[in-house]
């Protein structure tokens, strides 16, 4: 939806939580896709990735930082997954 930012969508969340309607945690990610999934072998992913849980990122599904924005706008507190070797 052009034009609805995604501190707006939380906003209107927010005012709903509790009255019957949920939450989506994906606002804006391959909404044609009935459900988004990436898998990646263990082997491939070299000595350290960090993967986005917050799904704010421009690099979905890896993390940009976005989830700073995130939450200082929304006060929520989520971050990303770190994989690293040894
Ligand atoms: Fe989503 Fe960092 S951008 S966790």
Redesign the pocket.
């Known amino acids: 939806t052009a034009g609805v930012t995604a501190a707006g969508v939380l906003l209107v969340q927010h005012f709903y939580k509790g009255k019957g309607v949920k939450p989506k945690v994906n606002l804006d990610l391959q909404k044609d896709n009935p459900k988004v999934v990436d898998a990646f072998d263990i082997e491939d992913i070299g000595d350290k990735a ?8 421009k690099k ?1 599904p890896y ?6 924005k ?1 939450n200082q706008v929304t006060g929520d507190n ?3 997954l770190i994989m690293k070797r040894k």
């Open positions: 960090v993967y986005c849980r917050c799904w704010r990122s979905f993390c940009d930082g976005s989830h700073a995130h989520v971050g990303p």
